[in-house]
């Protein structure tokens, strides 16, 4: 089975910083891609980032050069560094999985991506 427990959400003051981590269980990264959206109450998730096995990432334009996406060499866990972080940033963000076999092409579009963690709340004021 697949499983995702996102990790590291916290208040924060504008321009501060947060890491967050995402424990894996039953991915492996050359089968699925692996990414980080967040969403706001009445809205739906939005992608901020997202990488495949060989290091290749996407990031949304809007956390472009404030966040980093990586992963532990072992593979079983998923960070998302947050540098300079704005209010805008506030949201749950949620660690995300899907199948390459089912869609073989690396993107942020909330439809393809079918496992979810619970998600970890990050409030900047």
């Known amino acids: 089975h697949v499983q995702l427990v996102e990790s590291g959400g916290d208040s924060v003051q504008a321009g501060g910083s947060l890491r967050l981590s995402c424990v894996n269980s039953g991915v492996t990264y050359r089968r699925y891609y692996m990414g980080w959206f967040r969403q706001v109450p009445g809205a739906e998730p939005e992608g901020v980032a997202c990488?495949?096995?060989?290091?290749?990432?996407i990031y949304a334009d809007s956390v472009q050069g404030r966040f980093t996406i990586s992963h532990a060499n072992a593979k079983n866990t998923l960070y998302q560094q947050m540098d300079s972080l704005k209010p805008e940033d506030t949201a749950m963000y949620y660690c995300?999985?899907?199948?390459?076999?089912?869609?073989?092409?690396?993107?942020?579009?909330?439809?393809?991506?079918?496992?979810w963690g619970q998600g970890t709340q990050v409030t900047v004021s």
């Open positions: 990488m495949d096995d060989d290091g290749t990432t």
């Open positions: 995300a999985a899907y199948d390459r076999q089912l869609y073989p092409w690396m993107v942020l579009l909330e439809e393809k991506y079918k496992y």
